[in-house]
Every structure is written in C-alpha cells, then in structure tokens.
C-alpha cells in the first residue's frame, strides 16, 4: 500500500512537471513596468509570473529596444511581448489588463498648464517620444497638425528638453517619471522644477500582446486563467517603489 502511494505521488510530480512549460515574452526598458535591471524585469513581469504560476508555468523574458519588442511578435521570434496598451483594432491579441498606466503632463512649475478639454493643448508644445502610443484624441491632433509637438528618443530626454524651456510639456506615465526622478541624477537634479499638472490625461490600461495564431491565443488563455485568480492591480500598486498622490 505504501508503495502503492509512493507511485502515485511520483506520477503526480512527473505529470506537472510534463505539463509545464516555460513561456517566454519580449519586453522594451520601460522600469518601473520592465526593464533588464529590474527584479523579475518589472512589476509587469512579476504580475504576468504570478500569473502563470497559477497555471503551472514560468517566464522567461527577453528584454529589446521597443520597436524591436514589436517585431519579435510580428515576425513569429516571439508568442507575445508586454506592456501594451489595449488596442482592438489591431491584428494582435491582447490578454486581461496587467496594469494600468496614468498618462500626465508634466510641466515646469514656473509654467504650469491650463486646460479644460484636450484641444486647450493646441496652445502649447508637448514632448512625445518617437513611435508611442499616447492617447487617441492627442495621436489624432498631432497627425492632423493641431497640435504642436516635438520628438524624443526617450523619456529623460524628453524631461531634460522641457527643465531647458525648450518645450512646454510632456506626455509622460507618471510612475515612470517618479522612477526616473528617484534614479537618475540628471533628472533628479532637475525634478525640483518639475510637477505634474493636477489634471490626468489617461489611464490606460496595460496588456500583454500575442501574435494571433493557435498558439498566442492559448497562451492568451492561460495567462488569462492566471490573472483571474488575483488581483493584479493591487499587486502593482504594492510593488510600486514609491506612491503618488496625484495619480490616484
């Protein structure tokens, strides 16, 4: 009988370690969410391994410059890539939220913003990076010209470019800057002329994208089941480095 057991419980081990698979992602540096010097590469990454864990599998992260993030999907390299925000008009599939993402404005404080509806921006001259996503109406004024704006590479380029005058605002999630503020000396030396206005432009939620094929949708699946056994906006609010009033 008890060896009986005893085989039984071999068995058990063999058949959840053959039913487990490492799943591996692709990531952009984006810290606190990801990065490659980040613990588990970023509290997105620590909510997608919890996740997974709940289904039996782990994580394994390749983290690349965000435009080459993208292609590993596109081109099949990669099943997904993370963090994305939610678009259902795209040919990706996207998971359940893993985070969300305040979408602000940071301005000098000797220069504050004043606007009621988005198109008041139209007055002034905001910092965006090269390729991002920002919000739909803001993406749309600045294709069509309504809106003044200026290209950086980065984000501390960017809030370098605006502690200079060079230009009135950027468009910026708000825990990066705070990350930023409490990491890099450049921008903490100058973070004392800096706030970010009262007023949030978005909260966008944060996703992980697959490619859309049988195998994106049953990774979709799993890390789905995952996240619906916590609660992974509570958990990123805990793994946050630092808290911010003005984006509650």
């Known amino acids: 009988m008890k060896r009986l057991g005893l085989c039984i419980l071999i068995t058990l081990c063999f058949s959840n370690e053959l039913f487990a698979d490492t799943f591996e992602l692709a990531t952009l540096e984006w810290p606190p969410f990801s990065g490659s010097n980040l613990p588990e590469n970023g509290i997105n990454g620590q909510i997608i ?3 997974l864990s709940y289904e039996n599998h782990t994580l394994a992260i390749a983290v690349f410059p965000w435009n080459r993030a993208y292609r590993t999907v596109k081109t099949g390299q990669t099943t997904g890539y993370f963090p994305k ?17 305040p979408i602000v404005l940071l301005e000098r404080k000797n220069h504050p913003i004043k606007w009621h509806v988005v198109s ?5 001259t905001l910092g965006v990076i090269n390729g991002f996503i920002n919000t739909e109406e803001i993406d749309e004024m600045i294709l ?12 501390k380029q960017n809030i370098l470019k605006l502690a200079a ?11 990066v800057y705070q990350y930023l503020a409490s990491t890099d000396p450049q921008v903490a030396n100058v973070a004392q002329r800096l706030q970010i ?26 890390i789905n089941n995952g996240l619906a056994k916590f609660d992974p906006l509570a958990m990123q609010e805990a793994l946050l480095p630092f808290k911010n009033r003005t984006v509650d």
């Open 49 to 51: 391994s919890q996740a």
């Open 120 to 124: 008041d921006l139209n007055r002034y």
């Open 144 to 155: 069509n010209g309504s809106q003044p704006s200026e290209t950086a590479s980065d984000e």
């Open 197 to 222: 206005n009262a007023k949030i432009i978005e909260h966008k939620s944060l996703h992980v994208a697959f490619i859309d094929n049988p195998q994106g949708k049953k990774w979709r699946d799993i």
């Open 165 to 175: 005058g060079r230009i009135d605002a950027i468009l910026i999630d708000a825990h």
């Open 85 to 101: 925000y939610l678009n259902l008009s795209s040919e990706l599939l996207f998971s359940d939220a893993i985070g969300v993402s």
